[in-house]
Nanobody
Framework: QVQLVESGGGLVQPGGSLRLSCAASGSIFSLNNMGWYRQAPGKQRELVAFITRDDTTYYAGSGKGRFTISRDNAKNTVDLQMNSLKPEDTYVYCC?????????WGKGTQVTVSS
């Protein structure tokens, strides 16, 4: 079993930045893809970005050019640097990790962009 815990969410003004972090622990053999989704109440979850074990990255349209995903395989962490935040980026951000064919999820961290 793998546990994921996110941190770094909060309230930020439009144009500001936040860095989200996600740490994996537990029975980790090898984490393959790691990434971030975001979800608002009553809305479908949407992919933000993911990164493969060899650091190939993919960004959904919403975060391209503003968000940067990175990982540390030695520490089993994945981060999401978010710049130029907009009110429409207000969501709960959840990290995920794939290991041995199973996808694990964190509980999420709230990001609110408001003046």
């Amino acid at each position: 079993q793998v546990q994921l815990v996110e941190s770094g969410g909060g309230l930020v003004q439009p144009g500001g930045s936040l860095r989200l972090s996600c740490a994996a622990s537990g029975s980790i053999f090898s984490l393959n893809n790691m990434g971030w989704y975001r979800q608002a109440p009553g809305k479908q979850r949407e992919l933000v970005a993911f990164i493969t074990r060899d650091d190939t990255t993919y960004y959904a349209g919403s975060g391209k050019g503003r968000f940067t995903i990175s990982r540390d395989n030695a520490k089993n962490t994945v981060d999401l640097q978010m710049n130029s935040l907009k009110p429409e980026d207000t969501y709960v951000y959840c990290c995920y990790a794939e290991s041995a064919g199973t996808v694990y999820w964190g509980k999420g961290t709230q990001v609110t962009v408001s003046s």
